[in-house]
């Protein structure tokens, strides 16, 4: 069956301009996003994975044009979003919501919840005055808290209850996709298992669309419907989960889950040991960006920009970004050093 | 870093360029004529003539300003309507005094400032730090006259042990140390006490940061983490306030001269005021703002320095 | 049996407070055995880095230890002097901790922080100090060294200064390293290099290692013996892989399935309702008890001990006393049968 395309993101491009010099002139840019596309179907939930400062919130913000991007196009239900004056903007910013790792942390702290669901309602006139207390409850209600809690003080909250409010004030506004930000990696697990499972019900509840950020590889197996793995502001493999986790293609994405330490202790894992550190997104490596820590890399690696490609082997909709997938697959192409660690 | 301080120079010839222009409006801002001011009520229309003709002011307002600073830029700020000799003259001496003094006090307000200041944030919460941090609030809202008069009143009448009149001499301080020390102490006491309560805040923020706690988990005596690791750090947002607090004297001068009856620029200053001698004014006032400007641009330039490593991690 | 190089016995830790006494750790009792690696985990506020710091004494002015007993090879650590404890901090135990980023000194080089730990404990020179802190940065994997050690923090990444907290730290040649979460705040890849690291120095060292982490998969992978923390007491220990294949504690069976897995595919996580309970208002009886789907009246009551199993593994809860009233097998968090008296 084909699922209606949601969003579909093209060549997006986020460039953060560097200051400097005397005048305060543009004298270089970050690279935070550098030509990334990939689609999101409705009812389904895309992760972004990837280490820290690889942007993965600069596509969440590009998305809602939190931040006007450089360059691409992002459209939404058949219309582009980049293209809207502000004003017809911020009418289809109740389609689009976001949470945030601490979703209080942007709120006026001397609101209630209930003046916080009610501002959200209000500015997007979605429920009439009249309704709105009892729309309030019942959003409470779907979260998991209580009416009574309904005129509390953030502060009067737990980190998992406060991410229950931020959930509820995304679904106040009726969304249809809802881009969660490191939603629950700030919470402890057993806490974390409430919120995700919410999530879980709320989505086949209201047929949400989630794209989800994080960088918990064991959150993001349990949550995702497809993956999509970034590398210094590119895509480097983007496929269905099992493809990602159990049929990696990509160096670094093997090098990425190789590195989660998995809770069984009688599994001897050998983890493969990346040299250095990330690369910064200022002055990115030419060629494959990967190719200054990949074990496998070759000449071609460090001059072409190698393409989001269906190889052999690959189910449908699974694609690496590598000039040498099938070789290393057939042994063909070798590990230079590859080291590896037990813990 | 060059870049830095090549911006930061070139930052400041507009900020001299519009200290300037204020103080040269400043014979234009009082109302009335300027030379019937200088002249003095009463005084025959001729003299004005004269006063007016001698220093330009019957010329375009621009051409004047244009005047005058090319006098300043060749080192000259007119004569002195009073005794006639150059601006430059009458004030080089006195600068250096004034210079002395607030240098001192300067001193004076960082050693006291930062021993108690050290003191209190290592013994926070006890009689100590408490005992000194009220003190420093007395210092800190005691007028300056006033504590200079309270010295005097103590010290040199009452007790006689330190002469309240510095010699008046005009190549400085006259020969005793003891001549110096009650007006610093009256110029410097309001220092000491910002900074020691700086020096205070700045240091428990530090004592709370994690690395004095990676310093404890190394074995390292409470003295090496004081004095090493904490203080190197604390001392960070303390070197801005010990450069204002340096050209806050230089202006602050202006009563402790007066009530000690030093020949400084201060006492300069006041003088010129109360005979109407404009030029020496504008020159006094051009110099300190010059003065000050140089000190700020050295306090940003140090703390820059020293903050180097904390600003781009 | 191998040697017990730290002894952990009822440690109580209070802070004082404005709104009252903080009892952030309550009860808390491991040993490490020499060589090995002993994990502490427990969600956030559970208590584990008050726990190290407290073997350390290097609580908070507001905090104190209020109870237990801290033996390193047999002495009680809780007695010693403050000169004493000195010369045994960055020397026979290191501490290292969870932010590689604000830890160091910033107006301090490399080289500085840490040849001062050599220059303090072994009386070495300046000079001599220095040349083995280039020694040691290269034995923790920082590449050019000898300039690394000139530099500041700031002009190394987070991966990089956690290496050189590692460096500091075993500088003396400790015997007992506490990490207290030492990669949490690192990228996984960063993580694999680090954790890999400590598991290579350990071995060629022979030192004992004590590893807080909230992360169970880290400990699954690096520790022979847990420790896990609820409410500022140890409610479980026991060897690895017990914890993992048979866990005792309802709080260890209901953290193990409410843990999202990178490994495989799980319907449904099944979480513990509830929150943890703050320290200020900690429920009668058993910690847990609020949370538990087995507790009983008295569970509600009584606070349980640490009960042996007899075979070194213990465990804070009613189930596993012959006083437990209800039925010997107890069904806790759904499908799973945990309980065997
Ligand atoms: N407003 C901005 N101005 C300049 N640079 C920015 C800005 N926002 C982000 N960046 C840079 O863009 C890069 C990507 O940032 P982003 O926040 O998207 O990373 P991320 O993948 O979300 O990382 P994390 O896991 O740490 O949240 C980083 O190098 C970051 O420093
Ligand atoms: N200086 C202090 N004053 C008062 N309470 C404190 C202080 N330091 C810690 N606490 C309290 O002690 C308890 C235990 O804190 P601790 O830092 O040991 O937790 P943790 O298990 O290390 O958590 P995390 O995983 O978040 O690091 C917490 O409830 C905390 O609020
Ligand atoms: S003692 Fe009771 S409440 Fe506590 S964990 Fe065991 S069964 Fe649950
Ligand atoms: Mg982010
Ligand atoms: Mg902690």
């Known amino acids: 069956m084909e699922k209606k395309e949601l969003l579909v993101v093209d060549g997006l491009k986020q460039y953060f301009p560097i200051k400097g010099g005397f005048l305060g002139r543009t004298v270089n840019h970050v690279k935070a996003v550098d030509d990334i596309s990939f689609t999101i179907h409705e009812g389904e939930t895309v992760s972004i994975v990837g280490e820290s400062g690889c942007g993965k919130s600069t596509t969440g913000r590009a998305i809602l044009r939190l931040e006007e991007p450089t360059e691409g196009k992002v459209v939404f239900n058949g219309e582009d979003l980049t293209k809207l004056p502000k004003g017809e903007m911020r009418k289809h910013r109740k389609d689009l919501q976001i949470i945030f790792q601490d979703p209080y942390a942007s709120i006026n702290p001397r609101q209630t919840v209930s003046d916080v669901l009610n501002e959200a309602m209000e500015i997007q006139k979605v429920v009439p005055k009249k309704e709105r207390r009892d729309r309030i409850i019942e959003l409470l209600e779907t979260v998991g808290l209580n009416a009574a809690q309904a005129d509390r003080y953030p502060h009067e909250f737990s980190g998992g209850q406060r991410q229950r409010i931020g959930i509820a004030r995304a679904l106040s506004v009726n969304p249809k996709l809802i881009i969660c930000d490191e939603a ?79 809770p069984d202790p009688d599994r001897e894992r050998n983890h493969i040991v990346l040299r250095g550190d990330v690369p910064s997104p200022i002055d990115p490596p030419s060629g494959c960006r990967f190719h200054t820590r990949c074990p496998f890399a070759q000449e071609k690696c460090r001059v072409d920009v190698p393409e989001l490609v269906r190889h052999d082997g690959m189910q449908e909709g699974h694609e690496a970004a590598c000039h040498f997938v099938e070789e290393i697959e057939r042994g063909e192409v070798k590990p230079k050093e590859l080291q590896v660690t037990t813990f | ?40 009520e009463g005084a025959p229309e001729k003299t004005v003539e004269q006063i007016r003709e001698r220093l330009g002011l019957n010329e375009p307002i621009h051409k004047q300003y244009l005047n005058y600073m090319s006098g300043v830029v060749q080192g000259d ?93 005009p190549s400085g301080w006259g020969d005793s140390w003891r001549q110096v020390v009650l007006p610093v102490i009256t110029l410097g006491t309001g220092g000491a006490a910002i900074i020691a309560r700086m020096t205070r805040s700045s240091m428990l923020e530090v004592i709370g940061q994690d690395y004095i706690r990676t310093a404890r988990a190394k074995g390292l005596t409470d003295r090496v983490i004081t004095y090493r690791h904490a203080l190197k750090n604390a001392l960070i947002p303390v070197v801005t306030v ?39 004014v504008q020159g006094a006032v051009l110099v300190i703002s010059v003065l000050f400007v140089f000190v700020n641009l050295i306090v940003d330039i140090s703390y820059k320095l020293l903050n180097k490593r904390i600003d781009l991690g | 049996m191998v040697e017990t190089i ?40 559970s208590g584990k880095s008050i726990t190290s710091l407290s073997i350390l004494r290097l609580l908070a002015s507001n905090g104190k230890v209020v109870g237990g007993e801290v033996r390193f090879k047999g002495d009680n650590l809780l007695a010693y002097s403050e000169k004493k404890m000195r010369s045994l901090r960055g020397n026979k135990i290191s501490m290292i901790f969870q932010e590689p980023m604000t830890s160091l000194n910033p107006v301090f080089t490399v080289g500085q922080q840490i040849s001062e730990t050599l220059i303090e404990h072994q009386g070495m020179s300046k000079k001599a100090a220095m040349a083995k802190s280039v020694d040691l940065l290269k034995l923790v994997g920082i590449p050019s060294p000898d300039k690394r050690v000139k530099q500041y923090p700031y002009e190394l990444s987070g991966g990089m200064r956690q290496r050189v907290m590692i460096a500091i730290a075993l500088a003396c040649n400790p015997e007992i390293l506490i990490a207290d979460e030492p990669t949490t705040a690192l990228d996984v ?43 500022g007491q140890v409610v479980e220990y026991s060897d690895v892989r017990t914890l993992f294949r048979k866990p005792k504690h309802p709080y260890t069976v209901g953290l193990l399935k409410s843990l999202p897995r990178p490994d495989e595919d799980q319907e449904k996580l099944i979480p513990i309702h509830g929150t943890v309970p703050s320290p200020l208002h900690m429920p009668v009886g058993c910690r847990f008890n609020p949370r538990c789907p087995a507790a009983t009246d008295l569970c509600r009551e009584k606070l349980p001990d640490l009960f042996d199993d007899g075979e070194g593994n213990q465990v804070r809860c009613w189930i596993y006393n012959e006083q437990w009233p209800g039925e010997k097998e107890v069904d806790v968090f759904g499908e799973e049968r945990t309980a065997r008296c």
Not at chain 2, 98 to 113: C, M, P, R, S
Not at chain 3, 198 to 209: A, F, P
């Open chain 2, 242 to 280: 010990v450069g204002l607090e340096f050209g806050g004297f230089l202006g602050g001068a202006v009563l402790t001269e007066t009530i000690f009856a030093i020949n400084g620029m201060g006492r300069l200053t006041v003088q010129a005021i109360n005979t109407r001698d404009f030029p020496i």
């Open chain 1, 184 to 262: 629950v990696s700030a919470l402890d697990v057993s806490i974390q298992a409430q919120v995700l499972n919410l999530l879980d019900e709320l989505q086949d509840e209201y047929n949400l669309t989630y794209l989800f950020i994080s960088h918990d590889l064991g959150v993001v197996r349990h949550i995702s419907d497809r993956v999509i793995v970034m590398y210094v502001g590119k895509i480097v493999e983007i496929g269905d989960k099992h493809s990602i986790f159990d049929n990696p293609k990509h160096p670094y994405t093997k090098a990425l889950l190789s590195a989660i330490p998995v």
């Open chain 3, 189 to 231: 890849t960063i993580q694999a290099q680090i954790l890999g690291l400590i598991r290579d120095l350990q071995q060629r060292m022979g030192m004992s290692v004590v590893l807080i982490t909230h992360d169970l998969g880290v400990v699954a992978e690096t520790c022979d013996y847990v420790a896990v923390m609820y409410a």
């Open chain 3, 6 to 45: 730290l002894d952990v016995r009822d440690l109580r830790t209070s802070f004082y407070t404005d709104e009252g006494e903080v009892k952030a750790v309550d009860g808390v009792s491991f040993s490490v055995p020499k060589g090995k690696t002993i994990g502490i985990v427990g969600e956030s506020g």
């Open chain 2, 77 to 169: 700020l007119g004569n002195s309507v009073r005794s006639g000799r150059p601006v430059v003259d009458e004030i080089k001496t006195r600068f250096w005094v004034t210079l002395e003094l607030a240098t001192y006090a300067t001193i004076l307000a960082v050693f006291i400032g930062l021993m108690a200041g050290i003191i209190s944030a290592v013994r926070h919460y006890t009689f100590t730090d408490t005992a000194i941090m009220i003190v420093a609030l007395f210092g800190l809202s005691m007028p300056n006259f006033w504590l200079g008069l309270v010295l005097i009143d103590w010290f040199a009448i009452g007790g006689d042990w330190l002469p309240a009149w510095a010699k008046l001499r």
């Open chain 2, 1 to 40: 870093m060059t870049k830095y301080i090549i911006r930061r120079l070139l930052q400041t010839i507009p900020v001299l360029i519009g200290v300037s222009i204020l103080v040269f409006s400043l014979m234009h801002l009082i109302p009335g004529d300027p030379a019937q001011i200088i002249a003095g």
